[in-house]
């Protein structure tokens, strides 16, 4: 089965802590875009993105997820620009 965009980007760009860490919604839409981005990928509207997350069980509130890999990098450096 081929693997879908949802899942590459849960696999390349979070990690499971498994503690209680949590990526908040608008962190892990953005990490999303990000990622996104960097694939050359155009991102998919809001609702769908959390409606794919809902049936992986990913809860913007308590997901045990940090970010990882270039999509944070670039999240980070566009969320914060006077970092640069």
Same mark, same amino acid.
């Given at each position: /089965?081929? &693997? ?5 980007? =849960?696999?390349?760009? &979070? ?6 860490? &949590? %990526?908040?919604?608008?962190? =892990? @839409?953005? =990490?999303? &875009?990000?990622?996104?981005? =960097? ?5 998919? #509207? ?6 794919? /997350? ?5 809860? #913007?509130?308590?997901?045990? %997820?940090? /970010? ?6 670039? @999240? ?9």
């Amino acid at each position: /089965m081929a &693997t879908s965009q949802y899942d590459q980007f =849960l696999n390349e760009a &979070t990690a499971d802590d498994g503690n209680d860490s &949590t %990526l908040g919604r608008d962190c =892990l @839409y953005g =990490l999303y &875009t990000s990622w996104c981005f =960097l694939q050359q990928r155009a991102p998919r #509207p809001e609702g769908a993105f959390w409606a794919a /997350m809902r049936k992986k069980h990913v809860d #913007p509130g308590h997901n045990g %997820l940090r /970010m990882k890999g270039p999509a944070a990098a670039d @999240y980070i450096l566009a969320s914060y620009p006077g970092l640069v």
